[in-house]
Nanobody, 119 residues
């Protein structure tokens, strides 16, 4: 199974930016659809952003226009640039992989990286 290590989280003031990284194991990274999820305390895990192997992106309505997902296949890494952060963006952010847009996540869930938006 593909494994992931997320990093880049922290405490940021409302309106500020943060850039998350997710490093994946294995040699098939470039073939996957890569996803960023988030999970806030007491809430279900939410799909935030996705990027296909060809660079097509998709975003949850709650982050559209503020977050940008990108990938570097040479580094087996997917990024999430988060701008104009809001307190409601506070959550643990995790990444995973799918073989296609119509598949379920196929990797092992990592620890995630905590993002806290607060003044």
């Amino acid at each position: 199974q593909v494994q992931f290590v997320e990093s880049g989280g922290g405490l940021v003031q409302p309106g500020g930016p943060l850039r998350l990284s997710c490093a994946a194991s294995g040699s098939a990274f470039s073939t996957y659809v890569m996803d960023w999820y988030r999970q806030a305390p007491g809430k279900q895990r939410e799909l935030v952003a996705s990027i296909s192997n060809g660079g097509t992106t998709s975003y949850a309505d709650s982050v559209k226009g503020r977050f940008t997902i990108s990938r570097d296949n040479a580094k087996n890494t997917v990024y999430l640039q988060m701008n104009s952060l809001k307190p409601e963006d506070t959550a643990v952010y995790l990444c995973n992989a799918r073989s296609s847009w119509w598949s379920v996540p196929s990797g092992s869930w990592g620890q995630g990286t905590q993002v806290t938006v607060s003044s």
